[in-house]
């Protein structure tokens, strides 16, 4: 598509519970990005593929957060156990390119944990 | 590290007027600044972006300026329009790449009829 897609647009979740967020980049786009935004707007680098590989996944927690990009499916991004600081809107972006300035941002999933 | 931040968490303006929105980097080794618009309900948009060899960089309506020496970086917006209203926050790193950048906290611009 033409956009980046992202699926569920809210999600709300139990304290321990498993949460699951989709994206579908942009056709044609290589790279895929995963970024949380928290409180106050900061935003926080999560994990990046190119197609199915990792790329860099420096800001993945080490615990609980899982991403994958698989061949013909959306990519996605599963928290395990849930815990209340993991509310959030989380953005995926794509783009051909490493380059920031070439990613293309979705509409964000906004994750509330209760 | 590289701390980001702004100096007004919002900002409201006359429509008409000129906006100037403020962020302030840490890292004196920072090569690349983005501004980002993000309206509500959406993912940040790329406005302007701007490498440490510049001092100016001019778009649409708007202008980027960086001073090196202070590590301060300004967006500004001329004849700001309805439009306009959305957070707006900078995002630096060493490189263009966004494995190392670091976003600031944003400001919230709000434009007056």
């Known amino acids: 598509g033409e956009e980046v897609a992202q699926t569920p647009k809210h999600l709300v979740r139990g304290e321990g519970q498993k949460a699951k967020l989709y994206c579908a980049p942009i056709?044609?786009?290589?790279?895929v990005f995963w970024y949380q935004q928290v409180l106050k707007n900061e935003f926080k680098f999560l994990i990046s593929f190119q197609n199915e590989n990792v790329f860099d996944e420096t800001g993945m927690p080490k615990e609980r957060f899982s991403a994958k990009c698989l061949p013909n499916s959306p990519c996605s991004l599963e928290i395990q156990a849930t815990k209340l600081e993991d509310s959030a809107v989380y953005f995926c972006a794509s783009s051909q390119g490493t380059g920031v300035n070439e990613q293309f941002f979705g509409p964000g999933t906004r994750l509330t944990v209760l | 590290g590289e701390s980001v931040g702004l100096h007004l968490p919002t900002l409201s303006v006359q429509e008409g007027d000129n906006s100037i929105i403020n962020c302030a980097y840490s890292n004196s080794a920072s090569d690349y600044f983005i501004w980002y618009k993000q309206e509500s309900g959406k993912g940040p948009q790329f406005i302007i972006d701007i490498r440490s060899n510049m001092d100016k960089r001019q778009g649409q309506r708007v202008t980027v300026l960086l001073n090196k020496t202070v590590k301060h970086l300004s967006l500004q917006i001329a004849a700001t329009q309805p439009g306009d209203s959305a957070v707006y926050f900078c995002a630096v790193g060493e490189d263009n790449y966004g494995q190392n950048f670091v976003f600031g906290p944003g400001t919230r611009l709000s434009v007056l009829p």
């Open positions: 056709k044609g786009h290589s790279y």
